[in-house]
Nanobody, 130 residues
Framework: EVQLVQSGGGLVQAGGSLRLSCAASGFTFDEHRIGWFRQSPGKEREGIACVISGNDNIYYADSVKGRFTVSVNDAKNTAYLDMNSLKPEDTARYYC???????????????????????WGQGTLVTVSS
């Protein structure tokens, strides 16, 4: 069965850290790249980090650059999003997605484009208190 199972998340104070996990089954992250997205109430889902298909560079949105890190443990077939120096504005439901991604635009107009999606994780809530 093809699925992505997320874990981690929760409530943390501003300045704290969290690790989100995204365990894959039925495929590997060599076959389908990892992307991390988040959605706050009343806002559209935004791509905050992804492994770019074709060159495997890792993209980070300006809002998380320098604070968040994407990694993959091939042996565990699990991807991670390490989040440090968390801010209240990071509060959102976070989703991992496996598929193919590219990045378009520049500066504040840069966005992640999903060119092929294998599966979404179920989402996990991250709440950062001030």
């Amino acid at each position: 069965e093809v699925q992505l199972v997320q874990s981690g998340g929760g409530l943390v104070q501003a300045g704290g850290s969290l690790r989100l996990s995204c365990a894959a089954s039925g495929f590997t992250f060599d076959e389908h790249r990892i992307g991390w997205f988040r959605q706050s109430p009343g806002k559209e889902r935004e791509g905050i980090a992804c492994v770019i298909s074709g060159n495997d560079n890792i993209y980070y949105a300006d809002s998380v650059k320098g604070r968040f890190t994407v990694s993959v443990n091939d042996a565990k077939n699990t991807a991670y999003l390490d989040m440090n120096s968390l801010k209240p504005e990071d509060t959102a439901r976070y989703y991992c997605g496996a598929g193919s991604f590219r990045v378009t635009g520049n500066g504040p107009h840069t966005q992640v484009v999903i060119t092929g999606l294998k599966r979404w994780g179920q989402g996990t809530l991250v709440t950062v208190s001030s």
